[in-house]
């Protein structure tokens, strides 16, 4: 089979073969996870059932997903890595990048209305909050984290602990001192700000896997600090009661100094879900602006040089230590910022809500987006947050595989799923090519290969 899709020739008997033997794998790998169910009957005793309709369909998904890989894409990739190497037309990207910006932060200011027009008051209040607003609050953190990740090359695995900051500091300052959210957002952005200077002073001198351990340790750190701090934080749980965001100072309840009495409309949930849509949508904005203004600057050069090579950056006369404590402060500026609108939306924030699967998915969204890329985020972000609100309207599963099926509980086995593909199909991300934050004459795309892991 390597030797036919190197000529590029398709070999069938080999990708059935390869196929098959994909399939056995398959099928001895998810036989203890999917095959089998264990619960509890009526006198609390073990049950163990079987779901062998389940297990070989997702077996037979597998087996002729491979085989059309080594059937049709293997050759034809062999083939077209035979070819000359020509330079990628420019034509579609320039108009994707003069129109995909504009269309999309306009599609998204009249997404509630098409929403609201589609699905009524009910559907529109749950697809506007558990959709437009949860993939919003990833989008936000991912270009904070892009800052970090994507543009200084530090890699963060406890980047949630910021995230965390900024919402107990909102939390408990709202409760404790009657504080406004106008007035906490900034300052839980500060709070969230010291505290990733507080990390990356320790870190200055690692780099690589190093770097990550000990953000990883943090995150793990802070986590364990809003467990057991119970007399602060109130341990597992939780913080109750947090004050919600006013639209200048009116609340959005059915008082009679409510939103809807104030301007004469009937009370409806919907009025606070849309209030928030557009605040955190005008947040992932001044993020988005934020950062790309900061690239162009001398100081968004210097992350970018200390990304490619340290030492040169060192060379230079670039500062590394104010470089790196500035990626981190930023960063962990807008995770702060997305903290704090988090527990005003939920009114209620635990441990639970902070825990090391929330700095998987954030870092998972920035390297399959494309590192460094504001856009890329974007996609990632809809199509993994987007695809597990999708998984939950899947309830027409439940009369193919039984009553039992819950599509919610494959999330992590899909993201598995997409992070191989991705990795094989996309190396460096869904947008791999840069554009240059200076240039000279004309501005000129960097392609994917021309770039030291694909992070130009």
Do not use: H
Request: hydrophobic letters at 55%; charged letters at 10%.
């Amino acid at each position: 089979m390597a030797s036919g899709a190197q000529s590029g020739r398709v070999d069938m008997t080999g990708a059935l073969r390869d196929a098959g033997f994909t399939g056995l794998v398959a099928f001895g790998v998810l036989l203890p996870l999917i095959g089998f169910l264990t619960g509890v009957d009526g006198s609390n005793q073990l049950v163990l059932t079987t779901r062998w309709p389940l297990l070989l369909a997702i077996v037979a998904v597998v087996a002729v997903c491979r085989f059309l890989y080594c059937f049709a894409i293997m050759p034809w990739l062999a083939r077209r890595a035979q070819q000359p190497i020509r330079a990628a037309s420019q034509a579609w990207r320039g108009i994707v990048a003069n129109w995909f910006v504009p269309f999309g932060i306009a599609f998204l200011i009249i997404y509630p209305v098409i929403v609201y027009l589609t699905a009524g008051t009910s559907g529109g209040q749950k697809w506007i909050d558990n959709f437009g607003i949860q993939i919003l609050i990833y989008v936000m953190l991912g270009w904070g984290l892009n800052i970090v990740v994507g543009l200084a090359g530090l890699l963060d695995l406890g980047y949630v602990a910021f995230y965390a900051v900024g919402a107990y500091s909102y939390a408990l300052l709202a409760k404790t001192f009657g504080l406004t959210f106008w007035i906490l957002l900034p300052l839980a952005g500060m709070l969230s700000s010291f505290w990733g200077i507080l990390l990356g002073f320790p870190v200055l001198r690692l780099r690589g896997d190093y770097l990550a351990i000990v953000t990883l340790a943090f995150g793990e750190i802070i986590r364990l600090i809003l467990i057991n701090w119970t007399a602060l934080t109130n341990g597992y749980a939780g913080i109750t009661g947090i004050p919600r965001p006013t639209f200048f100072g009116i609340p959005f309840n059915a008082n009679d100094d409510g939103f809807a009495a104030t301007f004469g409309l009937p009370f409806s949930p919907l009025y606070r879900v849309i209030f928030l849509y557009y605040l955190i949508l005008a947040l992932a904005l001044l993020t988005c602006f934020v950062t790309v203004r900061l690239r162009r600057l001398p100081i968004g050069r210097a992350w970018e040089a200390l990304r490619e090579d340290e030492i040169a950056c060192r060379s230079l006369g670039i500062n590394t230590t104010n470089t790196k404590l500035t990626a981190f402060a930023m960063g962990a500026m807008f995770a702060g910022f997305a903290g704090s609108f988090f527990a005003a939306r939920e009114a209620f924030i635990s441990p639970e809500s902070f825990t090391f699967i929330e700095s998987a998915t954030i870092l998972a969204i920035v390297v399959l987006g494309g590192m460094g890329s504001q856009v890329g985020v974007v996609i990632a972000a809809i199509a993994m947050i987007g695809g597990t609100e999708i998984l939950r309207e899947l309830d027409f599963l439940k009369s193919i595989f039984g009553p039992t099926f819950d599509p919610t509980q494959y999330r992590m086995l899909l993201f598995g799923f997409a992070m191989v593909a991705i990795m094989i199909w996309r190396p460096r991300g869904l947008i791999s090519t840069r554009e240059p934050s200076v240039f000279l004459k004309r501005r000129k795309t960097i392609a994917a290969d021309l770039v030291k892991q694909g992070r130009g």
